[in-house]
């Protein structure tokens, strides 16, 4: 059985981050999301598995992934000339599956304890496909499926008046059979091959298609809320340690700081994460924040927010909360009189003033 994992869309939800970086690897709790996916592939014991990436962000994919072997796995890049969907990325990748069966994950997905026990029951029932389903408040903007017993009965793509409230997790596992559906379809409204059309397939043609219900959570975090909801989700589940150097400071609950960083005056409330060769003075560090490695932090409050490396805040009156910051931002109150704002964003850029 092999891994199939999809890190080839542009991120639109997530711009201006996503114009110079891949949306799948942004980090939660200072772990790129798409390393998420491959780490659970490796505990279910899929040692072979293809990554679909873009032209546009392929390299800096390959080179944050490697070959694989840090996983546990053997990485197989495989490219997509366009973004045509999900049903397309199966076909796309269909040379290097092989005919095997597969698991099929969206490189931007969190599935909370990961993917092992769904790879078991695939293995031993031999469905024609599974899917992951679970409750949600806004249906219409998912993929919705209506069961029927234990069986699927029908699914539809972000229907404007669902009928029911299971959206499709972005994970799948599909036998071979997948590539003829996805032949068999045709383009939906927006062009795409849309993978809710081919499962249908599967369906009118008498396939078994079997549902399982999360009960855990599942996280897209394609979108800035959903994204510091999956930091705050991981970072309740991390363990304390303190690699780094206190210096009047202290830490309260679950912390980590990893090794190089340096605290000075400084009070941190987990759960939090504080990244490599960081440093931080005079401030404040609330519950769910990760700030990522060789960042600045001085004369300031930082709270339920994600940092990429290299940022710097420094001097705010105010707390800085909910936050995404992209690598190498600088926000700063300068020291001039009369006060004011001065920005340079870029496009797709939102600044809230609270």
């Not at 392929?58 to 000339?81: C, K, L, N, P, S």
């Not at 009118?204 to 989700?233: F, Q």
């Amino acid at each position: 059985m092999k891994g199939l994992i999809l890190s080839g869309g542009k991120g639109t939800r997530l711009r201006p981050i996503t114009h110079t970086s891949a949306k799948q690897l942004v980090p939660v709790a200072n772990k790129p999301v798409l390393f998420y996916g491959i780490e659970a592939m490796a505990a279910a014991g899929i040692e072979q598995v293809g990554i679909i990436i873009a032209p546009e962000t392929g390299a800096e994919i390959r080179a944050a992934a490697g070959d694989g072997a840090r996983f546990g796995v053997a990485i197989t890049y495989v490219e997509q000339d366009r973004p045509g969907g999900l049903a397309h990325a199966s076909l796309t990748a269909e040379r290097y599956l092989d005919g095997e069966p597969f698991v099929m994950y969206l490189g931007d997905n969190l599935l909370q304890g990961g993917i092992t026990e769904l790879v078991e029951s695939f293995r031993a029932d031999a469905p024609d496909a599974l899917i992951l389903l679970t409750p949600v408040d806004d249906p219409q903007n998912y993929g919705v499926a209506e069961l029927d017993g234990g069986r699927v009965k029908r699914l539809i793509e972000k229907p404007p008046d669902p009928v029911t409230n299971l959206a499709l997790v972005g994970v799948y596992m599909f036998t071979a059979g997948i590539h003829d559906a996805a032949r068999a379809i045709e383009p939906s409204a927006r062009g795409e091959l849309e993978i809710t059309d081919a499962i249908q397939y599967l369906v009118d043609e008498g396939k078994r298609v079997e549902p399982h219900i999360v009960r855990g959570w599942w996280k897209d975090t394609g979108r800035l809320d959903d994204m510091l909801e999956a930091n705050r989700l991981v970072l309740d589940r991390i363990e304390p340690q303190v690699d780094g150097e206190l210096i009047d400071s202290r830490c309260d609950g679950r912390v980590v700081v990893e090794p190089g960083a340096v605290l000075e005056r400084t009070t941190v409330r987990g759960p939090a994460i504080i990244g490599a060769r960081t440093r931080i003075t005079d401030a404040y560090i609330g519950p769910y924040t990760a700030i990522g490695a060789d960042c600045v932090i001085s004369a300031a409050e930082v709270e339920h927010s994600i940092l990429l490396e290299g940022s710097k805040v420094c001097n705010l009156e105010g707390r800085m909360e909910s936050s995404l910051l992209g690598r190498n931002v600088t926000i700063a109150r300068g020291a001039r009189q009369p006060r004011a704002y001065r920005f340079m964003v870029g496009d797709n850029s939102e600044i809230g003033i609270l």
